[in-house]
């Protein structure tokens, strides 16, 4: 198998960089083209970048042709800079950009050029994948504290996409929505586009003159990524570090406070056959989105309905801890960064983790949702230099799962510190409603209240966090510190992380995300980066990171070691190869049975196990129809040896339809009595969008380890802005017997109804 996977691996890159000589050859000949009508502006990587955004008063027709004459005097943003394959020379295809703004919208103006017309797009959805289509975004960071922007970018076939950048635009959140219009035109090797964005779907201050701006460029047709304020390669190409500045001709006037009301209703299908019953629930709800002054939201949500229409990939867990899935609620998206980026950055302890919400554990100790009643959130900003966030939730009881009900609130403000720096203080609070005898005393509430202080230098090269968070449950009051000190420091030519972390025995986050208590955590990360400058290596990095915990409790013992070696090849055709070789070592306290079979026996406790594996990591040319990523992992395991291959399949027919295999499969040997095990998860997706409006995916996910064939196809058709109706059957399956488990269609609107009196009541009709 070892020898198959690696002559497999070497046929893909050698035929990747085949296909791709010609595309490389044409992407160093081509020309920058400059607009002769408008002159560029200097192209010193070093100077400040600024633009001014004239005021109008004439109409713009949003056609996605920039023929008004208003244009042609705007003034515009191009010299973009490449983060990749390089970083110390201009974009090879231009881009130009054009502002203008009335009392009401921001007008946005997008031409730019391509080395042809195969234009790389995965499909027409809404909120595409920013790596894998070619795109141009842009980002408002109204405040102008370098870690907060509101993001907008199109693809040359007019998918759009909005979101919140967080942390200096690490955290990007696609899952918000708002209201804004945009049309594209294509002419062979350009495109052009318009956006009208309404003030009321941003915050920022009355009266204020500039933001903050960064616009970069995802080219994968060329090969290339590009920005206006020119980023290191090192760095993320949206990291706000970089941004210029966007001035206004006249102060922005108060925007307006849009009130929007979102209501729901759901109809339902469902049939469970261990129970052999058939139901017809009927459900219905409203959320509510209120701006309050110019920056702060207010989320409200009655009998909120959080099922059915989104699933979670399935996903082979080896290890003894639980995992983090990713928050897509719209309830909870708005500054969500306020709330979820607390505690450890690196994951080992974090206060409040949203997902907790809406779903607890029935007698048999699986996952169902946990009705939502009522919910309230107000987030945002006070002022340039503080942020708040305050929510509270109530969730019902369920006395035949001995569930009780909750009430969940947190609150947070937020201080900027230094140029790009925060300030955090918090309390998060889970409380019982009334009292329950199947409760424990101990269940009765748990509180949480910490500080953190995030670092982020002006020019990123320097980030952080510490933080000291204490938590209290009845008759626990000593102790319960959870604690943080990390510090890494980023070059173009190196980088280095130094990181220290504590979790006391007896610290509690009901509302969080903590895997272990009762750890001392020291690590350390160093990565070397080489720019070749020539041939087919584009960037090559070695590095290292140890990471030990040890148990406070056992008078420090040693618990966990992991050392990773790791060399990682980034070629000049957007192919990719990482290397890897782990040394682990597990001190076991209790017996762990890595295969989940029931009855089996465990590895065996109380002892310590040193083992170590070796990986593959190799990621095809992503401009190509049909791409691959390939990963394989092979080495002992505890008392054993484990072998795992991970193979992804993807295949575009442009721009309707997006096909992709996902397998992986993992083989357990362990000597005797402990038991061998095998496990597969196949997940086949088709993603067809009939249009910009009309989507249609089916995913179907099997493991042999959850024992679970699951389907969903949802038929999603977005009516009118930011409404939907959705068509959704889920079936679920035993996989080892294919016995049926339990069926549902599920027939859901939603409707954005909004109320704001300076806006058009045709707004995007």
Known sequence: MKSIFAALALCILLTDSALSQITVSDRTTQSTSIDQDKPSEILDKTSPRKITAKHITESITIDGILDESIWQIADQIDGFWQNFPSDTTQAIHATRIRFLYDDVFIYVGIDADAIGDDYVVSSLRRDFSGRLNDNVSVMFDTYRDGNNAFVFSITPFGAEREALAAEGGVEFNDSWETKWKSQTR?????????????????????????????????????????AWGPVPQNQRLPSL?????????????????????????????????????????????????????SALNLDLTI???????????????????????????????????????????????????????????????????????????????????????????????????????????????????FTRSSLSFFAVNRQTSQEFTFLTPDEKYNRVIGSDFTLASSDNSWTGKFYLHKSFQPGDFEGNFSSQASLSYDSRSFSATSDWGYVDQDFRAD??????????????????????????????????????????????????????????????????LKLNHVREYTYLRDPFDPTGIDNAVPIPGNRGYDYAQTSIEIQSNRSRLLTTTLKGATGSFFNGKV???????????????????????????????????????????????????????????????????????????????????????????????????????????????????????????
């Not at 210029?244 to 049939?271: D, H, T, V």
């Open 303 to 417: 009998n909120p309905d959080f099922s059915n229409v989104e699933v979670d990939d399935i996903v082979t867990n080896l290890t003894r801890f639980e995992l983090r899935l990713p928050e897509k609620r719209q309830f909870f998206i708005d500054n969500s960064d306020l709330f979820a980026t607390l505690g450890n950055r690196f994951g080992d302890a974090r206060p409040f983790f949203s997902r907790r919400i809406g779903l607890a554990e029935d007698l048999d100790g699986n996952l169902i949702q946990n009705q939502i009643t009522t919910g309230a959130r107000l987030s945002g900003k006070l002022n340039q230099d503080w942020r708040i966030g305050v929510l509270a939730i109530q969730t019902d009881e369920d006395p035949g799962n001995e569930i009780a009900s909750y009430s969940n609130s947190m609150a947070v403000l937020q201080r900027k510190v």
């Open 186 to 226: 294509r002419d062979g090797a350009r495109f052009t586009s318009e956006f009208q964005i309404p003030f009321a779907s941003l915050k920022f201050r009355e009266g204020e003159t500039s933001w903050g701006l960064q616009a970069f460029r995802i080219d994968v047709q060329g090969g290339e990524r590009s």
């Open 511 to 576: 509302l969080g995300f903590v895997p272990r208590v009762d750890i001392f955590k020291n690590g350390a990360h160093f990565e070397k980066y080489f720019y070749p400058g020539k041939g087919p290596i584009n960037q090559h990095t070695v590095g290292a990171l140890l990471i030990q915990y040890r148990r406070p409790s056992e008078e420090f013992k040693l618990t966990d070691r992991m050392l990773d070696l790791s060399y990682e090849i980034e070629f000049q055709n957007q192919s990719s």
């Open 643 to 765: 072998t795992n291959v991970e193979a992804e399949v993807g295949y575009r027919i442009q721009p309707y339809v997006n096909l992709r295999m996902n397998l992986r499969y993992d083989a357990i040997r362990m000597p005797d009595p402990q038991p061998d095990a095998d496990y597969w998860i196949v997940s086949p997706r088709l993603d067809i969008t009939f249009t910009s409006t009309l989507y249609w995916t089916t995913l179907v996910q099997y493991s042999n380890q959850a024992d679970n064939l699951g389907i969903n196809s949802r038929l999603q058709w977005r009516f009118a802005p930011l409404s939907d109706l959705f068509l959704v059957y889920n079936d679920t399956y035993l996989s080892s017997q294919m016995t049926p488990q339990f069926r549902s269609v599920n027939l859901k609107l939603t409707y954005w109804f909004s109320a704001t009196k300076s806006l058009p009541r045709n707004l995007f009709r």
């Open 241 to 293: 570090a970089f941004a210029g500045e966007i001035e206004f001709e006249k102060p922005l006037k108060k925007p307006a406070s849009p009130i929007a009301l979102i209501p729901y209703i759901n109809q339902l299908a469902e049939r469970d056959f261990s129970e052999t019953k058939t139901e017809y629930p009927f459900k219905t709800g409203l959320d509510a989105k209120i701006s309050i002054g």
